[in-house]
Nanobody, 125 residues
Framework: VQLQASGGGLVQAGGSLRLPCVAS????????MGWFRQAPGKEREFVAA????????YYADSVRGRFAISRDNAKNTTYLQMNSLNPEDTAVYYC???????????????????WGQGTQVTVSS
């Protein structure tokens, strides 16, 4: 059972990155997938989420209009496209799968029980 996030790195302000997260050994298509991030000295926070049907997408106010979450259920993969990055986006980014297929409050950590290992995103000014 594994979620493998990748694609992080060092980028200049204004740049873009795309983070894929591949799920293996667990059910994927019926479950919310979320992205969260944690900056040094701060709590882990919600970034974006998408239901299994991709019928809607949800974002934190701080990233809305700059980030886009998507998924490919055939590939058991979710993506976070990050544009117009700024230094405040510097953090370790984690993908996560919800613990159930219904009744999920998508922006709360406790509704997710499978987590990837995280990928570091550093934005220089």
């Amino acid at each position: 059972v594994q979620l493998q996030a990748s694609g992080g790195g060092l980028v200049q302000a204004g740049g873009s990155l795309r983070l894929p997260c591949v799920a293996s050994g667990l059910r994927f298509s019926n479950y919310y997938m979320g992205w969260f991030r944690q900056a040094p000295g701060k709590e882990r926070e919600f970034v974006a989420a998408i239901p299994g049907s991709s019928s809607n997408t949800y974002y934190a106010d701080s990233v809305r209009g700059r980030f886009a979450i998507s998924r490919d259920n055939a590939k058991n993969t979710t993506y976070l496209q990050m544009n117009s990055l700024n230094p405040e986006d510097t953090a370790v980014y984690y993908c996560a799968r919800a613990s159930r297929s219904f009744g999920v409050v998508y922006n709360l950590l406790r509704y997710y029980n499978y987590w990837g290992q995280g990928t570091q995103v550093t934005v220089s000014s």
